[in-house]
C-alpha cells in the first residue's frame, strides 16, 4: 500500500512507457493479492469477475499502455460507490 503513490507519480510522469504501466499494475496486483488473502471468506462471483477484468487490464498494458490505463480508470470509475 505504501507503495501506490509513488507507482502512481512514476505512471503520471510516464504513462507512454510499458515499465512505468507495468510497475504499477504489479504494485496492484501484490494489493489486490495481499487483500484477497486477507479476506479468504469473500468468494463472491462479483469479485471474481472483477479481479479477472483487473488482470485483463493489467495485461492488456503489453499490447497497448493507452488501452490498459483506460481501462483501469473504466473500472475504478465502476466500483466507485453511489452517492
Do not use: K
Amino acid at each position: 500500500m505504501t507503495f501506490l503513490p509513488f507507482t502512481t507519480t512514476v505512471l503520471a510522469d510516464y504513462p507512454s512507457t510499458r515499465t512505468a504501466v507495468g510497475v504499477y499494475w504489479v504494485n496492484l496486483l501484490l494489493l489486490g493479492l495481499w487483500l484477497g488473502a486477507s479476506d479468504c471468506a469473500s468468494s463472491d462471483a462479483g469479485s471474481l469477475v472483477g479481479q479477472a477484468l483487473y488482470g485483463t487490464a493489467a495485461f492488456l498494458c503489453l499490447v497497448s499502455t493507452t488501452a490498459s490505463i483506460v481501462l483501469e480508470r473504466f473500472l475504478l470509475h465502476d466500483d466507485a460507490p453511489a452517492p
